[in-house]
């Protein structure tokens, strides 16, 4: 049977008080993704590469290929609910893998190909991920942390041979050799809509990052915002892609899953380090429809003259989260896109796509997140009472647990934790916002220190530990500044060990020993020194005054 979740009524209210979830019994992910479709034959991935090369994959050709890693993952070992680790970028090697760990019943552990040794040694350890399929710029970080992992038992290769055949207690092989043979028939787990699927890992205000599980029906709790954001255009000749990492909740749930829920294709393009030319050349060549795009890289797609003249665009709508909008973006897209909506999202690893924009239903509001997504209870409340604050009072975003799919079951390993975000039956995010008289809900502050730099959560304390490592600095506070391409970038305050001096040499060792261990995006971009560090009378930096 071919499924879809639907969004219906005229009218926004009579979508909120209409919609129901109704997943089947027996969902598995990787059926309704890819298994369900009766078209199969129709195109599901372009994938391209910067050297040039093409290729289209339809729906069945992922279903088969995916079978043939779920054999694979079988014959190492693989069992029900084990963790299997995915260090791949925008390659079909990365989705494969999380299909077949659905398929088999296993977990899969979305990770950045960004990350440093520290940071996918934590993760990999955390998880006890029995498997890690890692892209071959990884091979170097895969080599230094695996013998310090030992649950990990198998390392398949992306894209290049391995110069061992062993590190640590783990095997190492290509994955084309991994998967080579393998039939392309196989049996789906028995899995229900609340069976785990997916770990993905989040960074807190305070202690180590928290793994987020969630279950099959992730997705599916997904699809309304999709087709919010999107302007309710899902079908037709609508095409998919986003820049954003697909180890992250915002690529994987934001656009890629839903599409494919849809039956629609997705575009996939390694590309590293965004490039705005590079992005208009893909949204051109492949007639791209809608996009997920965060704002960082809005902004600096700003920055190429006269796109509409220079490519062919057929751009409906771009969604955006990860930090708020700001008005210049909406007045680019009105002046440089005319055609494109720009709507805003809202959501976050525990419960993503709870707030959103659809100008087919309510009119936008510069500078606001929007409204309530259908199926999902979003209140602004005061946690002393559990109950919402009046239109226009400052209070806490929660949502309603309910059977709402979107909401994450808990944190892997960590009941206080899940219980520190848990009030009653609302899920606290963690976020300050009030609503007002017309149901528009706006952003405030976070209640944490967390920063947010180019769409990316980075918890100072980590930044701080792994700076602290290096001999030459006795102490450091670390905060996020302001940045009209960024947001947020990180900025830390040094106090050097006494007798050495700051200097440009120290600042570069800094830098490049947070990108080492924790990953590219969370090194500081400005380093200050300082002779002492501004403390209060218990001896806690004033981050108040870093800034």
């Keep these: 049977m071919v499924w879809h979740i639907s969004v219906e009524g005229d009218s926004y209210d009579d979508a909120r008080t209409s919609f129901s979830w109704d997943v089947p019994a027996g969902f598995n992910a990787a059926t309704d993704l890819v298994g369900k479709h009766s078209d199969g034959d129709r195109p599901a991935l372009y994938q391209t590469y910067p050297d040039g090369r093409r290729e289209t994959y ?4 992922l279903d088969r290929r ?6 694979a993952l079988e014959s190492m070992g693989v069992e029900y609910g084990d963790r299997v680790a995915v ?22 552990l979305p990770l950045s190909v960004l990350f440093g040794d520290d940071a996918l040694r934590y993760r990999l350890r955390d998880s006890e991920a029995r498997v890690a399929v890692v892209d ?88 309304p915002a999709f087709q919010m954001y ?63 795009i965060p704002p960082t890289a809005i902004r600096m797609l700003m920055e190429v003259e006269e796109p509409t003249e220079r490519y062919d665009l057929s751009l409906a709508a771009i969604c955006s989260g990860g930090e708020p909008l700001t008005g210049e973006i909406l007045e680019w897209a009105d ?72 909401i994450f079951e808990e944190y892997w390993n960590a009941p206080e934790k899940t219980a520190a975000v848990t009030l009653d039956e609302w899920h606290l995010t963690g976020d300050l916002a009030e609503r007002d008289a017309d149901g528009y809900l706006w952003f405030v502050s976070r209640d944490d220190d967390l920063i947010i730099t180019s769409g990316y959560r980075v918890a100072p304390r980590e930044v701080e530990e792994a700076i602290l490592e290096h001999d030459a600095v006795e102490q450091v506070g670390v905060v996020g500044v302001p940045d009209e391409t960024r947001g947020e970038i990180i900025r830390a305050v040094v106090q050097p060990v006494a007798g050495e001096p700051g200097s440009d040499e120290l600042r570069a060792e800094i830098r490049n020993l947070v990108r080492e261990k924790l990953a590219e995006y969370e090194y500081p971009r400005e380093i200050e020194f300082v002779d002492e560090l501004p403390t209060t009378t218990t001896g806690k930096i004033r981050r108040t005054e870093l800034a």
């Design 335 to 406: 002046e440089e896109l005319a055609g494109t909506a720009i709507n805003e999202l809202y959501g976050q690893t525990e419960a993503n796509l709870l707030v959103a924009n659809c100008r087919a239903w309510f009119p936008a509001k510069p500078g606001s997140m929007g409204k309530p997504v259908p199926g999902h209870d979003v209140a602004v409340i005061d946690t002393e009472t559990g109950e919402p604050v009046d239109s226009g009072e400052v209070g806490e975003i929660a949502v309603r647990r309910g059977d709402d799919p979107a």
């Design 58 to 61: 339809t729906f069945d050709d």
């Design 136 to 223: 071959a710029t990884q091979w170097e970080t895969i080599r230094a942390v695996a013998p310090d992992c030992p649950a990990l038992e198998h390392v398949l290769v992306v894209d290049a041979e391995p110069e061992d055949d062993r590190i640590g207690e783990a095997t190492v092989e290509t994955f084309d050799a991994a998967v080579e043979g393998r039939s392309t028939d196989y049996e789906v787990a028995e899995t229900d809509a609340d069976t785990p699927a997916i770990i993905m890992y989040t960074s807190g205000s305070t202690g180590e990052p928290k793994g987020v599980l969630h279950t099959h029906d992730v997705w599916v709790g997904h699809c």
């Design 87 to 108: 260090v791949v970028p925008q390659k079909p090697e990365n989705v494969l893998t999380h299909l077949a760990c659905w398929k088999r019943g296993a977990v899969s």
């Design 230 to 292: 999107f302007e309710r255009d899902v079908r037709g000749d609508s095409v998919y892609w986003t820049p954003a990492d697909w180890a992250w909740i915002g690529a994987l749930g934001d656009l890629v899953f839903p599409a494919w829920h849809y039956g629609r294709p997705v575009v996939g393009y390694p590309m590293g380090s965004f490039d705005p030319e590079t992005a208009f050349e893909i949204v051109d060549e492949f007639d791209v429809t809608n996009a997920f």
């Design 66 to 71: 995916s079978n043939a890693v779920a054999n």
